[in-house]
C-alpha cells in the first residue's frame, strides 16, 4: 500500500531553493498529522550537495540523481526520473513547490501515472483523516477546496504556491540518510535542447531574500516623490518595491512589481505605503510576517491583511515615521 510523503525539493547548483524548503515545511506537517514518514527527492546538477543541506531537516531520507542528463532542466529528464523514484518509493503524496519548473513538468508526471494533480495550494487543513487543500480561483477572488478521494488513486500529486507555507516551520536537526536514487536515463527520449540560460531582467532584483520591504503605490502621485518612501527605506535598512502602476509609469523598474505578475515576496516586515491592496498585489505579499499599510482610505483593502495600519496621509505619516525611526537608530 502507498505510504509516506515524496517531496520533490527545487534546487540550484546545489543550493535549495526556498520554494523548496517550504515545501518540505508543508510535507512535515502534514506527514505528522498523517503519522506518515516524509523523504525527498532532488534532482539536477549538484543534486547531491543540495540533498545533504535537505538531510538536516527531520525528515527519514534523501535521494538525489545527478546524471548527465538532468544538468539542465528538461521537462522529460525531470519527470522520467521523478517517475523512477515514486515508482520505487510508492508514496501516498507527491509534493512539489509551484514553481516555474514544476508548473511544467507535475502535470507530465502526475498524467504518465493517470493522476490528478492539485496545483498551486495556497494552504491545506485536516479534516476526518483527509487532507483538504486551498487553491484560489478567479484571480483570488475565491478559495476552493479540493482533497483526493479513494478513487483518485495514489500517488496524490500537490504543489504549493510560494509562501503558501514559512519556510521557518522547517523542522531542522535532522539526520536523515543521503542516497543516490539510481536514476537510469538511458533511451528516455529528452526533446528539448537547452541552448542557453538567461534571466529575464539584466541584473534583476532579488527581493524574495529581503527581511524588509517598503512598498510604494499610485499614493505616491508622482515620480518626483518618490525620495519620501526611498527615505524611510533607507531607515529601515529596507528594500523599496511598488505595485505595478508605478512600474507601469516607469517610477521604479519592473524587477521591483510586488503581485501576481511580479515577485512573491516573504519579508519580515512589508511596509505598504499608498497601495490600496488589489487583489493582483495581495498574492505577492500576503505571507509578509508582519504588514504596516500607510493609506489615506480607511476602507481601503490593504487593512483587511494589515497587523497594523496608520489611517492618513502618507506624505505626512511617513516624514515623521522616517525620522522617529531615525531618532530610534540614533
Ligand atoms: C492581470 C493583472 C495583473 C496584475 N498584476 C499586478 C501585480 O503584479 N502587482 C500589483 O501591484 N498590481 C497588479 N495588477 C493591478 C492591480 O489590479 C491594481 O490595479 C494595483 O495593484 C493598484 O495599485 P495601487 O494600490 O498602487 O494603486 P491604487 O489602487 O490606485 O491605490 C492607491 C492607494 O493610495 C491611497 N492614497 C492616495 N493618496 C494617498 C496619500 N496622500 N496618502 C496615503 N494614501 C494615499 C489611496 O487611498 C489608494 O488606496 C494587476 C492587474 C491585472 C488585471
Redesign the pocket.
Known sequence: MASGILTIVEQNDGKVSRIGWEALAAAQEIGAALNQPVSAFVLGKNAQAAAKSVAEAKIQQAWFAENAELANYTPDGFSAAARQVIERAQPQYVFAGHSYQARDYMPKLATSFGRVFISDSVGFRHEGGAVVFVRQMF?GKINTDFSFTPQSGTPYFVSFQASAVSSDKLQKGGSAAVADAGVNLTGVAIRTNVLEIFEGVKGKVDLTKADIIVS??????EKDKLPVVEELAKALSADLA??????DDGWLPMDR???????TVAPKLYV??????????I??MKGSRVVVA????ER???FDIADYGVV???????PALTAAIKEVKG
Do not use: M, T
Open positions: 484571480q510604494v503605490g499610485r499614493g505616491i502621485k511598488a505595485s505595478r502602476p508605478v512600474c512589481q510586488i503581485g501576481s505578475s511580479g515577485q505598504a505605503v499608498g497601495i490600496s491592496g488589489a487583489i493582483q498585489h498574492v505577492g500607510i493609506n489615506k482610505d481601503a483593502p490593504i492618513g496621509d502618507l506624505f505626512e505619516v511617513v
